[in-house]
């Protein structure tokens, strides 16, 4: 969600009369409660994944596309758009046909490093595709590829890393490090379980933000009560975060996470080494945005079955390297693209100035 957002703020930013927007996803997710945060517009259609189901569900999904097709066709003549901003997810699809079918320009933004089904078929309807970084190129028509980078808050690349902790409530201790851990939106259980377990040693080392997600929210919140008073200021359990995530990336000196597309522009942006837990489901697709990290020096990767033996003694030997992450951090830095966001803005403009040419 984060990018599309992004793009909408530099869009609303930089045009003296900043183009209406209308977000389209799934009712009752976080894409509600993220747009009406933002001050964006919500439309919730129906859609379903296909692939990997048994036969019933197959005919279920189908069912909910050929609903979310017929909400998107009323949707797109409702709101007669001049451009469809495409980033995944199952929605796209009966979006995208139906804007397909009523003469819209589809722009597509790919964040990940491999395009999942859906994209991968809809890219033939796309009149350009953004990605994140030139390896996803081999998946789509060289005439519509356009290498934009992933578009990040602008306050990533500002803000002081000695003011964030402090915002944060974080020690100003001298050679007190700060360890961010965090599964995504939802968080990670796996990762979660690994942290608690040997949270007492990392304590000894480092103060750690640690984003749970809701459903671990309760039991990282009692392991906090349990510590030893010296320790329990220095844990710093939350089931999410907001407006607070970039002051968190900026504080931290170490990050442990998943490598869901977000580590591609986020760790760059504040040149934040990483020890990365790929996502083993899904057609284990995270490892590739892993390995992007990895390849460039940014990164180090654990399996995710090897967690509770590995990450302990990782973040440790990370900690105790200030020149080793500092090296890190740099190579991180190198892959920052910090006009994405204006990038991936001028090709929505383009694109809409094409119907309305064709329209005038």
Not at 11 to 26: E, F, I
Not at 85 to 104: D, K, M, N
Not at 220 to 244: C, I
Not at 350 to 359: I, N, P
Request: net charge neutral; charged share 20%.
């Amino acid at each position: 969600m984060y990018p599309a957002l992004t793009v909408a703020d530099w869009l609303a930013a930089n045009n003296p009369q900043p183009p209406a927007v209308c977000w389209v996803g799934s009712a009752g997710g976080v894409e509600e409660s993220l747009t009406a945060r933002a001050g964006i517009r919500f439309e919730g259609i129906s859609a379903a994944g296909l692939r990997g189901k048994d036969p019933l569900a197959i005919l279920e999904g189908l069912g909910a596309l050929s609903r979310g097709l017929w909400q998107a066709r009323r949707l797109v003549a409702a709101l007669q758009p001049d451009v469809l901003f495409v980033t995944g997810g199952y929605v796209c699809v009966p979006v995208t046909l139906a804007a397909r079918l009523a003469g819209v320009p589809v722009v597509i933004y790919l964040p990940d490093m491999i395009p999942g089904l859906a994209i991968r078929v809809l890219a033939r309807f796309a009149q350009r595709v953004a990605l994140t970084a030139p390896p996803a190129a081999r998946y789509f028509r060289a005439s519509q590829v356009v290498v934009t980078g992933y578009p990040v808050r602008s306050e990533l690349f500002e803000r002081d890393a000695g003011e964030a902790r402090a915002r944060l409530g974080l020690s100003m201790e001298e050679g007190l490090p700060v360890l961010l851990v965090y599964g995504g939106s939802q968080g990670a259980h796996s990762i979660n379980r690994a942290v608690v377990q040997g949270l007492t040693t990392l304590l000894e080392a480092a103060q750690v933000i640690h984003l749970s997600g809701q459903r671990d929210a309760e039991w990282t919140l009692a392991q906090r009560a349990s510590l030893p008073g010296s320790l329990q200021a220095r844990y710093r359990p939350y089931p999410y975060m907001y407006e607070e995530m970039v002051d968190a990336l900026v504080a931290a000196d170490l990050v442990v996470s998943r490598a869901g597309a977000s580590v591609l522009g986020e760790f760059p942006a504040t040149g934040l080494p990483a020890v990365l837990v790929p996502y083993p489901y899904a057609g284990a697709h995270q490892w590739d945005n892993a390995r992007y990290l990895l390849k460039a020096g940014a990164a180090t990767a654990i399996a995710d079955a090897d967690l509770e033996r590995d990450l302990v003694p990782t973040v440790l030997d990370l900690l105790a390297q200030d020149e080793r992450r500092a090296a890190m951090g740099h190579a991180a830095r190198q892959l920052a693209q910090p006009d994405a966001a204006q990038r991936i803005a001028q090709l929505l403009l383009e694109a809409a100035g094409s119907r309305q040419g064709k329209s005038s």
